[in-house]
């Protein structure tokens, strides 16, 4: 069975900084994209970063300069690197991990004051 644990969030001001892990468990980590979303109170989810086997990467026009996607395939890790924080930036991240079916974490609640 495929675990996804997302763990990092918290409360940050603006400028700061934060990191997300998630932690997969039971997957084909190293031969599926992963991906980290958000979604913000009232607003739809929406894609923040993706990270492909090869470790090609892809941003939201939002994060990018300021978000670094990377992972850790001996862990089976994901990480989101989280620079220069902005409050528009509050929401709960979620890992994803693309495959048939798709996957995807509890979430962890990132809020950026201003």
């Known amino acids: 069975q495929v675990r996804l644990v997302e763990s990092g969030g918290g409360l940050v001001q603006a400028g700061g900084s934060l990191r997300l892990s998630c932690a997969a468990s039971?997957?084909?980590?190293?031969?599926?994209?992963m991906g980290w979303h958000r979604q913000a109170p009232g607003k739809q989810r929406e894609l923040v970063a993706q990270?492909?086997?090869?470790?090609?990467?892809n941003y939201a026009d939002s994060v990018k300069g300021r978000f670094t996607i990377s992972r850790d395939k001996a862990e089976n890790t994901v990480y989101l690197q989280m620079n220069s924080l902005k409050p528009e930036d509050t929401a709960v991240y979620y890992c994803?991990?693309?495959?048939?079916?798709?996957?995807w974490g509890q979430g962890t609640q990132v809020t950026v004051s201003s």
């Open positions: 994803h991990e693309y495959g048939s079916p798709d996957y």
């Open positions: 990270i492909w086997p090869g470790d090609s990467t």
């Open positions: 039971g997957s084909t980590f190293r031969a599926n994209v």
